[in-house]
């Protein structure tokens, strides 16, 4: 799907990508809607994983990394290899506009995305600190959309920030104005998000 786009995806040239005997794929996914569902699922799936690993990870304690670990994933999604399973993601979001099946699954893969990207940023707060609900749906959504927006560019070959740490440099500026924003803005004065400082730089 990255190289021909879901037009281009058959049971065929699964086949013949996967090595197996014709007719293997269409064995198991009888129809193209079948096939595409099932990309879905495996790509949500593998996309997931890397998630709550780094939700595993901020929980366990111990001194962050940097640059953040989800900094990391996100500039890892922009290059090959995961660089193609980001594309064939936004090609699936195209055809889920036209397959209420597919965008079910979706549905359900970005719901459980934004829970572990909102667990993830309360991770990544000053030990001690407390937000509004309302501030962290907020930080959440924003940060969110942001790195949504920054792997599209990607999938296009725009690499619009280039290393993890300017990645960091650009969410938490984007967090400091949230934060300063908000009846809880003496937070900015305490460092953001806790693995997110460093002042890199911000996009080009």
Avoid: C, W
Wanted: net charge negative; no cysteine.
């Amino acid at each position: 799907m990255a190289d021909d786009g879901a037009k281009g995806l058959s049971h065929l040239k699964v086949d013949r990508k996967a090595g197996v005997p014709d007719g293997t794929t269409s064995f198991y996914f009888r129809t193209r809607s079948a096939l595409l569902r099932a990309v879905a699922e495996r790509s949500a799936e593998l996309d997931l994983a890397e998630l709550q690993a780094i939700a595993d990870s901020s929980d366990a304690g111990g001194e962050a990394p940097t640059p953040s670990r989800l900094s990391q994933v996100v500039i890892q999604a922009g290059s090959d290899p995961q660089l193609y399973r980001t594309r064939a993601r936004y090609e699936l979001t195209m055809q889920a506009t036209r397959d209420p099946a597919l965008a079910a699954i979706l549905q359900q893969a970005t719901d459980e995305f934004t829970k572990l990207h909102r667990e993830i940023l309360v991770q990544l707060m000053p030990h001690g600190a407390e937000l509004d609900p309302a501030v962290v749906e907020d930080l959440s959504n924003v940060t969110l959309t942001f790195i949504n927006g920054l792997l599209q560019r990607f999938a296009h070959g725009d690499r619009i920030v280039d290393s993890a740490e300017q990645l960091d440099g650009v969410l938490s500026a984007i967090a400091a104005g949230i934060l300063r924003s908000s009846d809880k803005g003496r937070l900015t004065q305490a460092g953001g998000l806790r693995v997110l400082r460093g002042g890199a730089p911000g996009p080009r």
